[in-house]
């Protein structure tokens, strides 16, 4: 049972508002946003918006196709974030070299490191590659290996596969400089995010991140904890997650990810989910569970199968979880993405756990007057979207709808004098949900081209960036000042 201490309903007392921008999506010099100077610039631009609320996508290491759903790790952060700026400051890096930030520039880093680091600084790596060897070892000597071979670890050779103990220790041996390396660019990043939490924790900015509910094949988890997850015995995938035919595509999504063994978690106490929980809140103030749905039931896909069609509905025993969670940490922050297909015992899961769910204005305004996501039916305890990253722009959401719609969105908002977004913008702003998120695209007013992720597709997705010239002179105002109007 869940105690008073236990409970996260004390963040949830004041009504706020907040901005959902990946990391990657920042400005700056390389070919994507890092937790450098534009990242605390954005933090002081959300503080003069009157916001509290910083929603990022999952921040681990990407797969060739960018998508931050898909990472080589539930524990590691992703090195393309690692700014440079600070590392040159430091002395580790001589010079700001302007191409990508890769291995290379890195393990120039590295170099320096070893040769300039202070003593202070040399315990401080050595304390981290300590505190965090829950997951570290597993996920460096990954790395090293994937590197070496070359392919996915079910094609490596068998004893690497298998982990036998002789392999692992004569491959640590073999991979030490590499190992030593994967720690310090680990160091790098949960260093680096530290101090971005402090900044923006400090001006009363909470950073709220993304945890998909399922994890990549060739990951190091699948790699470390097989029995977790339902393979077959070469570690070929057996089934594969997804979601059946929806809003968003006709034929589902497969996703392709592993499913889990739950009688075999539950067996040793759900360890993983503990140990993830564990880092989550060492990177978030708050953490959304994407997928929410899959704790109840996993839509399970032959793995044979080119699309999430011939699927079913398998069981997940998700109150189990959240209880033993609950007996784990004191506070658990969570928010539930309870959008798609959503049964009584998915809400029933939720509700019992206490955990907030989520409302999109996008989705409103179609299945009549009784459709969840209209204002008037929300809760005080959800939180409201605009749209998500998955979603179009408002402004390009409006301009792409059918007359019908579009006069029937208007008339629902009262046939505003404001462009949209605007008029969308007010009525989250206005909902009775204690959190409204805006992505920053709505904020910016930026049409579809603007699109973060189209889902169904690999191509074009997760390459979005703003950049400081949209961000007029009087925006932080008008923000400030409708953040104030509905009292967030």
């Not at 097989?226 to 979601?243: H, I, K, Q, W």
């Not at 989910?273 to 994407?290: A, G, H, P, S």
């Amino acid at each position: 049972m869940l105690n008073q201490e236990q409970t996260p309903d004390a963040d949830r007392e004041r009504r706020r508002a907040g901005i959902l921008l990946h990391l990657t999506s920042l400005p700056g010099p390389g070919p994507c946003g890092s937790l450098g100077p534009q990242a605390h610039k954005f933090v002081s631009f959300l503080a003069d918006c009157g916001m509290s609320v910083w929603q990022i996508l999952p921040v681990g290491p990407t797969e060739a196709g960018g998508s931050p759903y898909q990472t080589n790790s539930v524990h590691a952060g992703n090195s393309r974030l690692i700014a440079l700026e600070p590392l040159v400051e430091r002395g580790w890096l001589r010079i700001l070299p302007k191409d990508d930030v890769n291995n290379e520039t890195l393990r120039r880093c590295w170099d320096g490191f070893r040769r300039r680091a202070s003593d202070s600084d040399q315990r401080a790596l050595t304390d981290f590659a300590a505190e965090n060897d829950y997951w570290l070892g597993n996920y460096a000597l990954f790395r090293a290996l994937h590197e070496e071979q070359q392919a996915p670890w079910w094609n490596w050779p068998s004893d690497l596969r298998r982990r036998d103990p002789d392999a692992l220790s004569r491959a640590r041996l073999r991979l030490k400089e590499d190992l030593d390396y994967i720690r310090f660019e680990q160091f790098l990043f949960f260093n680096q995010w530290q101090l971005l939490r402090g900044h923006a924790n400090a001006v009363g900015i909470e950073l709220f991140g993304d945890m998909p509910i399922f994890v990549a094949h060739d990951s190091a988890e699948v790699w470390a904890r097989p029995r977790d997850f339902d393979l077959n015995e070469d570690g070929s995938l057996r089934v594969v997650a997804g979601v059946p035919p929806d809003y968003f595509s006709a034929t589902g999504q497969r996703w392709g990810n592993p499913l889990y063994r739950w009688d075999r978690m539950r067996a040793d106490g759900f360890r993983f989910w503990v140990d993830r929980i564990r880092t989550q809140l060492r990177l978030f103030n708050m953490v959304r569970i994407d997928h929410f749905r899959g704790f109840d039931a996993c839509w399970e896909i032959p793995a044979e199968e080119k699309t999430a069609v011939k699927g079913r509905w398998v069981a997940a025993p998700g109150d189990e979880l959240f209880e033993c969670l609950y007996r784990h940490f004191d506070r658990l922050p969570l928010i539930a993405e309870d959008l798609g297909v959503i049964t009584p015992a998915v809400d029933a899961l939720r509700r019992k756990h206490r955990l907030p769910g989520m409302r999109v204005l996008q989705f409103a305004f179609s299945e009549g007057p009784f459709n969840l996501h209209l204002p008037f039916l929300h809760d005080r305890d959800s939180l409201v979207y605009t749209g998500t990253h998955d979603n179009d722009t408002t402004l390009g959401w409006y301009r792409s709808m059918d007359a019908v719609t579009r006069e029937q969105v208007d008339a629902y908002l009262g046939y505003p004098s404001e462009d949209m977004p605007w008029p969308l913008i007010r009525c989250a702003l206005g909902s009775c949900a204690y959190l409204a998120i805006l992505p920053m695209q709505d904020v910016l007013g930026l049409d579809g081209e603007h699109r973060m992720n189209l889902p169904g597709t690999s191509e074009g997705n997760w390459r979005w960036r703003f950049s400081w010239d949209q961000v007029g002179p009087e925006l932080a105002d008008r923000m400030r000042r409708l953040t104030k109007l509905y009292a967030r």
